[in-house]
């Protein structure tokens, strides 16, 4: 088996979007040198401006020939490109010896690059960000309270579900705020779900169709299943003995999204690319985001195992913050989480190979209260 490369010191943030925030300034206080790579060395530099953090990251501007021939045995990179470029930076890291890490889904085309990287004693860390990440984290961490206190080998049911959104703070009349390509947003949308209800798969070929309303914390959204949720029944490592009811991961939004996105939903229905795209920059034009605007996130993972007589154990994670004036909401929850990760690959405690941020209920835990130790707040309640 091949020795895990030893981290560097050097980790190469790639990308300087909406999603770059204090995890940024986190890995310039631990990391031994940090390099941000964006479109041009000007705008990289201004990027650091903004951020306060001038002087303790070094500018760079992004050529995939140039990032490749700067990376050193042991570096991280830090990818916060489109995931569809993920691939080639991780092809490029099996090359120079260094490790890689993103928010990202860990996609085929990435998938493709993880042998190679484990046994050139590579880590490669994924699904590190909000969600997928510290949803990833809440889930393993209720499993792991409700499998100490029901056991493994009880046979019970359960009922999972994981609902985030990233909204607007004060919602209006279309209920949204883009904080991400709207393309990307519509496509999602026109993406099927599989799930689990009523022990039942269930297939919606319209999400959109399959919204309910949720109350969190005594407020009402509307949430409905997202991308395929039934993988991370056997990914989250529930009981064989458990049965499943329920088991939805999904998208939240503010009450009253569906009815207003009616004539979006109508396109989507209709629509062919072309439609879509000109619907996409139509809707960007008239609703877009401003300095005076703040988004709100809202994460709610929530477990309920029912092992009969009377024995019902159910436990809920609940994230809820604000964006304010120097970082976004959105930023917070996804640079942060995935720093975290970054400085595990830097100290040793990620060994070589593929990781969706942590993976155990112990390694969960762990991460949930460095992330408290890191400013990120979050609720736990427990009983029924």
Request: hydrophobic share 45%.
């Amino acid at each position: 088996m091949t020795d895990r490369v030893p981290a560097s010191g050097t980790v190469h943030w790639v990308g300087a979007g909406l999603s770059t925030g204090s995890g940024l300034a986190a890995l310039c206080a631990t990391a031994g040198r940090v390099l941000l790579w964006h479109r041009t060395a000007d705008r990289a530099a201004e990027a650091l401006a903004r951020r306060g953090l001038t002087g303790r990251a070094e500018p760079r501007a992004l050529a995939p020939d140039v990032l490749a021939a700067a990376l050193e045995p042991g570096d991280v990179v830090v990818s916060m490109l489109p995931a569809a470029r993920h691939a080639g930076l991780l092809a490029a890291c099996v090359r120079a010896g260094a490790h890689f890490a993103c928010s990202s889904y860990a996609a085929p085309d990435l998938l493709a690059h993880t042998d190679a990287a484990r046994a050139a004693g590579l880590t490669v860390l994924t699904e590190a960000g909000l969600d997928p990440g510290v949803d990833h984290l809440f889930a393993h961490s209720l499993i792991g309270r409700a499998r100490a206190r029901i056991g493994a080998h009880t046979p019970a049911s359960y009922r999972l579900t994981s609902y985030c959104g990233g909204i607007p703070a004060v919602p209006d009349g279309f209920r949204y705020r883009f904080s991400w390509a709207p393309l990307g947003v519509l496509n999602a949308l026109r993406s099927p779900a599989r799930y689990l209800q009523d022990g039942t798969e269930t297939r919606a070929g319209r999400p959109w169709e399959a919204t309910r309303p949720l109350v969190l914390a005594g407020e009402r959204f509307e949430a409905y299943p997202n991308r395929d949720s039934v993988p991370f029944i056997t990914r989250y490592d529930l009981p064989a003995a458990w049965t499943p009811h329920t088991f939805v991961r999904g998208t939240l939004r503010p009450d009253g999204w569906r009815e207003a996105w009616e004539p979006v939903f109508a396109e989507l229905t209709e629509g062919d690319d072309e439609r879509i795209a000109a619907l996409a920059r139509k809707l960007a034009a008239a609703y877009p985001a401003t300095k005076a605007d703040r988004d709100r996130v809202v994460l709610s993972v929530r477990l309920e195992v029912d092992a009969g007589r009377g024995r019902v154990w159910t436990g809920a994670y609940l994230l809820d913050l604000t964006g304010g004036t120097e970082e976004s909401a959105m930023a917070r929850c996804v640079s942060r989480p995935l720093a975290l990760g970054v400085r595990h690959i830097l100290d040793g405690s990620l060994p070589a190979g593929l990781h969706r941020a942590a993976e155990t209920p112990q390694r969960a835990d762990r991460w949930l209260a460095e992330l408290v130790d890191d400013g990120l707040e979050f609720t736990l309640t427990l009983g029924q």
